[in-house]
């Protein structure tokens, strides 16, 4: 076959897309550990204590795990385009709410549209991937835009505790909105969801292949087909258990409990959370260009899963303190769960191409499941045997309340590193395609 088009324009609208939805999704992974910054600010404004904060941060959470089947569906029959565009206008208008709370239930609510919004900007994203770029590249890939969602992490920690000395953090907040909502427009504008849409071969005829076959079937007996995927649910509780406690200690209680236990200020805490979330993001980069570069899936997750329970037996059996120590496992905590990434390329490669945004949304609401799991949860915990001291409004607790939260860290660990002895290996070929005789080394 052989496809005239000006290759340097591909690479151009390639780019493009990926850069708007990029920008969408720096600015959920902002959001989704924002509210450890202004914890503080947020229990004083509303007089809430451990649990309802851990609620309020989750709020997000719920909303975001309840949309990620909705969006694999949006994303493999509306596309990405129009999902991301309604996505951040939702986003933006919950973040101007959040802003502007007066009422826990109003901060609420804001939260909840936040996430109902930015809930199908990842999905929307990582569908895109799948048909811009190049099967073999698709560990890279994913492992790239990891890394760049998580500089909007990073942002969240060290930075937004810079910002929040300058302004208030509702200011903040509502100019943030205002940005979602830019981005809605230059969704709408510019993303498109496939290369044919601008008169481009598809990626895999660039490649001299055939093209994936078009969906026939009414898309709920497509969600069945990836439900019943026994392939595919051992990846939902690595993620469950690994990554969903990650992002519920760095969204929310490594803070507290660095300041509470430790005695650290604010600032001073988010360099752990900055290191660990950058270590993550590194990780993710790491993991799937390894991935790539093996030829392999199953080892990288299980070897990650195995790290990572170590440093949490670590975090609660060493007798650790701020410092070299500290920063080093929070490090490894980090790039630990970067392995996670490599998760997503194997949903793909056990699923019909067709269904992969279904497939990719299945695996990831196991993540959001478990952060908000773990999010109310390790503030029950740390409940359970407070003894009820506030300071200026704000609950104070003591190391052995968050030690009980570290016992679970630990279980969730625990879970991650069982559920990876069940992953097939895919050989980052897709198994629904490639019987394993058509194979050539």
């Given at each position: 076959?052989?496809?005239?088009?000006?290759?340097?324009?591909?690479?151009?609208?390639?780019?493009?897309?990926?850069?708007?939805?990029?920008?969408?999704?720096?600015?959920?992974?902002?959001?989704?550990?924002?509210?450890?910054?202004?914890?503080?600010?947020?229990?004083?404004?509303?007089?809430?204590?451990?649990?309802a904060?851990?609620?309020?941060?989750?709020?997000?959470?719920?909303?975001?795990?309840?949309?990620?089947?909705?969006?694999?569906?949006?994303?493999?029959?509306?596309?990405?385009?129009?999902?991301?565009?309604?996505?951040?206008?939702?986003?933006?208008?919950?973040?101007?709410?959040?802003?502007?709370?007066?009422?826990?239930?109003?901060?609420s609510?804001?939260?909840?549209?936040?996430?109902?919004?930015?809930?199908?900007?990842?999905?929307?994203?990582?569908?895109?991937?799948?048909v811009?770029?190049?099967?073999?590249?698709?560990?890279?890939?994913?492992?790239?835009?990891?890394?760049?969602?998580?500089?909007?992490?990073?942002?969240?920690?060290?930075?937004?505790?810079?910002?929040?000395?300058?302004?208030?953090?509702?200011?903040l907040?509502?100019?943030?909105?205002?940005?979602?909502v830019?981005l809605?427009?230059?969704?709408w504008?510019?993303?498109?969801?496939?290369?044919?849409?601008?008169?481009?071969?598809?990626?895999?005829?660039?490649?001299?292949?055939?093209?994936?076959?078009?969906?026939?079937?009414?898309?709920?007996?497509?969600?069945?087909?990836?439900?019943?995927?026994?392939?595919?649910?051992?990846?939902?509780?690595?993620?469950?258990?690994?990554?969903?406690?990650?992002?519920?200690?760095?969204?929310?209680?490594?803070?507290?409990?660095?300041?509470?236990?430790?005695?650290?200020?604010?600032?001073?805490?988010?360099?752990?959370?900055?290191?660990?979330?950058?270590?993550?993001?590194?990780?993710c980069?790491?993991?799937?260009?390894?991935?790539?570069?093996?030829?392999?899936?199953?080892?990288i997750l299980?070897?990650?899963?195995?790290?990572?329970?170590?440093?949490?037996?670590?975090?609660?059996?060493?007798?650790?303190?701020?410092?070299?120590?500290?920063?080093?496992?929070?490090?490894?905590l980090?790039?630990?769960?970067?392995?996670?990434?490599?998760?997503?390329a194997?949903?793909?490669e056990?699923?019909?191409?067709?269904?992969?945004?279904?497939?990719?949304?299945?695996?990831?609401?196991?993540?959001?499941?478990?952060?908000?799991?773990?999010?109310?949860?390790?503030?029950?915990?740390?409940?359970?045997?407070?003894?009820?001291?506030?300071?200026?409004?704000?609950?104070?607790?003591?190391?052995?309340?968050?030690?009980?939260?570290?016992?679970?860290?630990?279980?969730?660990?625990?879970?991650?590193?069982?559920?990876?002895?069940?992953?097939?290996?895919t050989?980052?070929?897709?198994?629904?395609?490639?019987?394993?005789?058509?194979?050539?080394?």
């Open positions: 076959m052989s496809h005239h088009y000006d290759a340097g324009r591909f690479e151009r609208v390639r780019w493009t897309i990926y850069g708007v939805l990029i920008a969408a999704y720096m600015l959920a992974f902002f959001h989704r550990f924002a509210p450890a910054m202004v914890a503080a600010e947020l229990s004083q404004a509303f007089g809430i204590t451990a649990a904060l851990g609620s309020l941060a989750a709020m997000y959470f719920y909303i975001y795990t309840a949309m990620q089947i909705p969006a694999g569906v949006l994303a493999d029959t509306l596309g990405a385009r129009f999902a991301v565009t309604i996505g951040n206008v939702v986003a933006g208008a919950g973040a101007i709410v959040f802003g502007l709370a007066e009422t826990f239930a109003a901060a609510f804001g939260r909840f549209l936040v996430g109902l919004g930015v809930s199908v900007v990842f999905v929307g994203l990582m569908k895109s991937n799948t811009w770029f190049s099967e073999r590249r698709y560990g890279t890939i994913s492992g790239l835009t990891l890394l760049l969602g998580n500089i909007g992490a990073i942002a969240a920690t060290g930075p937004m505790a810079l910002l929040l000395m300058r302004m208030e953090w509702r200011t907040f509502v100019g943030l909105g205002v940005f979602a830019a809605g427009v230059a969704s504008l510019l993303v498109r969801n496939r290369p044919e849409e601008l008169g481009f071969p598809s990626v895999r005829e660039m490649e001299g292949l055939e093209s994936h076959a078009a969906r026939e079937r009414h898309w709920f007996h497509d969600l069945r087909t990836v439900i019943a995927n026994r392939r595919l649910w051992p990846g939902f509780f690595y993620d469950f258990g690994m990554t969903g406690s990650l992002f519920a200690m760095l969204g929310l209680w490594a803070v507290p409990m660095l300041r509470d236990v430790h005695g650290l200020s604010r600032g001073d805490a988010s360099l752990y959370t900055t290191l660990a979330t950058a270590a993550f993001a590194v990780g980069l790491l993991a799937g260009s390894l991935s790539d570069r093996m030829g392999r899936r199953v080892p299980r070897g990650g899963a195995l790290l990572y329970l170590a440093v949490s037996l670590a975090l609660l059996f060493l007798p650790w303190g701020p410092g070299v120590l500290a920063y080093a496992l929070f490090g490894v980090g790039l630990s769960a970067g392995s996670f990434v490599v998760a997503y194997h949903a793909k056990v699923t019909s191409p067709a269904l992969s945004g279904m497939a990719i949304a299945l695996v990831n609401t196991g993540l959001f499941l478990g952060t908000a799991v773990f999010q109310p949860l390790f503030g029950w915990a740390m409940d359970l045997g407070w003894d009820g001291t506030v300071v200026n409004g704000v609950p104070v607790y003591a190391a052995a309340d968050y030690g009980r939260g570290l016992w679970l860290l630990a279980g969730f660990a625990a879970l991650a590193l069982f559920a990876s002895l069940f992953l097939v290996e050989r980052c070929r897709n198994l629904t395609l490639d019987a394993p005789a058509s194979r050539t080394a």
